[in-house]
């Protein structure tokens, strides 16, 4: 047979095509008892339920976490989970908070340091000494 | 300070869907759930529940509500609107909304955890795996008319095979139950899982559609392959006769790979958005989730001789011989040379390669010029399915090649 096929698998673009939310589940856990969590309550009481409304791709927990801070966590689809301790904010920050928890893609925070990361292959091609104006010693 | 199990003293507050109980209520489960397979009484009874239920056509009525749910082998159809994780998934995927959640959940039932046909997702895998592979293939064969079969074969593998497909299923957060059962969130993919220890390349591939299956040693040929195997080029089982298929209810041994049922998930999701939705919808969703991913297809090219190849080509085509010049070189007597290789057919350079050895250089050369050829893409392609659409301009025929390269 002259040519044989090598099988592989296509690589996922997230956004060329489909955008696939990368959190994908938020605990919120309360205390009903400690001060820290005066902000925690408010947030789920208010406004948790336009957060939920505005973001169906992730599903909500909330769960008590008596006697102590309140915390939020977010479960990512790479399998990282992301937890950020509430305690003593607004519900405006909180709020905040979970924005920043169902933005991030759950890798963990890398330093980029080339503006362009691209999988396609540079289309002026790599610079090669043996083409072009030759110079002969 | 000693950090407190979260899993551990929540659970009374989470849904109870969400775990499945404490641990005495486990242990009754597990006894009612072996209990379950193995007499055939409660499996009759079972077996009944499920054929009124799909006698009725219906949402299963108050009577069976009653009934725990642990006997169900998935869970009941009323689950789906009450599973936050099923609505989710729905929305992550940006699902259109005439695709309802119990379609959804359907789709997330494998036939090896229900093997009653009205509740699971079969038939709506076979018709999104018709789908699948239809779309990908008219995609590949009108935007690279000149491709070798092995390698149309490699494309669609790369495309819709099942590794791919269960790559997706996990890109899409979709998360698999441990067991299946009535009591499970609808949300997970629901399989019976393979038992631990078993060689899955234990037993030859038996009961394809290819006669003379059994003489390993016979030589498949291309065209054999494309008459009798299926659309990767792997042997496909035969469909097994009505009579003797086993009987709907009956509890199936056998498990599958946690990739088989990834495949068979995303499949049928592909047929239900088919059948709720349409054909726009089904044809929007696929070229967003499979043909927006990057595949070089240059890659996946294997050649034996590739100099061989060429000369072959060009004798068809009518081209003049190829013949390798060097193009430049440094470094011949020393530890690294390097060669450049151009293969020229009269003034046109078919292609360039660059080697440490003279060969080396000529036999990636050649190549480059093959891929060349069999890499041509027309402008503007039309695929066949395109005409479905609601005034499509007239067809104009599409470029249809001779054909590889036969050596």
Not at chain 2, 64 to 73: G, M, N, T
Not at chain 2, 214 to 235: A, C, H, L
Not at chain 2, 332 to 342: D, L, M
């Amino acid at each position: 047979m002259p040519v044989q096929g090598i099988k592989a698998v296509a690589t996922a673009r997230n956004g060329v095509g489909a955008f696939i939310l990368q959190c994908k589940r938020l605990d919120f856990h309360y205390c009903d008892w400690a001060g820290s969590s005066r902000g925690m309550n408010a947030f789920l009481k208010h406004t948790l339920p336009s957060f939920a409304k505005a973001n169906p791709q992730i599903e909500i927990r909330v769960s008590p976490r008596p006697h102590k801070h309140p915390v939020i966590k977010g479960h990512y689809i790479n399998g990282r989970e992301k937890a950020i301790c509430v305690r003593n904010l607004e519900p405006e920050q909180i709020s905040n908070k979970a924005n920043l928890l169902k933005e991030a893609s759950g890798e963990k925070l890398k330093r980029t340091k080339k503006p362009i990361a691209s999988i396609n292959e540079s289309v002026r091609g790599i610079w090669s000494p043996y083409h072009g104006d030759n110079k002969t010693v | 300070m000693k950090r407190l199990q979260l899993q551990r003293w929540s659970s009374s507050v989470l849904s109870p869907r969400a775990r499945t109980g404490g641990r005495l209520q486990q242990h009754l489960y597990y006894s009612l759930r072996r209990q379950s397979t193995a007499s055939p009484a409660l499996q009759v009874e079972s077996e009944q529940l499920v054929d009124e239920s799909s006698l009725n056509s219906s949402i299963p009525s108050s009577h069976i509500r009653q009934q725990p749910k642990y006997i169900l082998p998935s869970p009941p159809v009323e689950a789906a609107r009450e599973s936050a994780k099923l609505a989710a998934l729905h929305a992550r995927l940006y699902l259109p909304s005439r695709l309802p959640l119990e379609t959804l959940a359907r789709a997330l039932v494998d036939p090896s955890a229900d093997s009653n046909s009205n509740f699971n997702n079969e038939s709506l895998a076979t018709l999104g795996h018709d789908l699948l592979t239809y779309y990908t293939s008219e995609h590949l064969l009108c935007t690279y008319p000149r491709l070798p079969l092995t390698v149309i074969f490699a494309a669609m593998y790369a495309y819709v095979g099942p590794k791919t497909l269960a790559t997706m299923t996990r890109e899409w957060g979709v998360e698999m139950a441990a067991v299946p059962g009535g009591e499970v969130d609808p949300g997970l993919l629901q399989f019976q899982r393979v038992a631990p220890g078993t060689d899955l390349d234990a037993e030859p591939v038996s009961n394809t559609t290819r006669p003379n299956d059994s003489r390993m040693s016979w030589r498949k040929s291309m065209t054999s392959r494309i008459v009798y195997d299926n659309e990767f080029g792997d042997p496909s089982k035969a469909p097994v006769e009505p009579s003797q298929q086993p009987t709907p209810g009956a509890q199936s041994t056998q498990g599958v790979t946690a990739e088989q049922a990834s495949a068979t998930f995303v499949r049928a999701v592909m047929g239900s958005i088919y059948l709720h939705a349409g054909r726009p919808a089904a044809k929007r969703f696929f070229e967003q989730h499979f043909l927006s991913r990057h595949l070089n297809i240059s890659d996946l090219f294997n050649f034996s001789q590739p100099a061989r190849d060429l000369s072959r080509l060009c004798a068809r085509e009518n081209f003049e011989p190829p013949v390798a010049k060097i193009i430049s070189e440094t470094g011949r007597k020393s530890r690294h040379p390097v060669f450049v290789v151009g293969i020229y057919s009269g003034q046109d350079k078919l292609g360039e390669g660059a080697g440490a050895s003279l060969l080396e250089a000529r036999s990636r050369a050649a190549v480059a010029a093959l891929k060349g050829w069999y890499l041509y893409s027309p402008l503007n392609v039309r695929v066949p399915s395109s005409m479905e659409d609601e005034g499509a301009a007239a067809w104009k025929p599409v470029h249809v090649d001779l054909g590889e390269v036969i050596v």
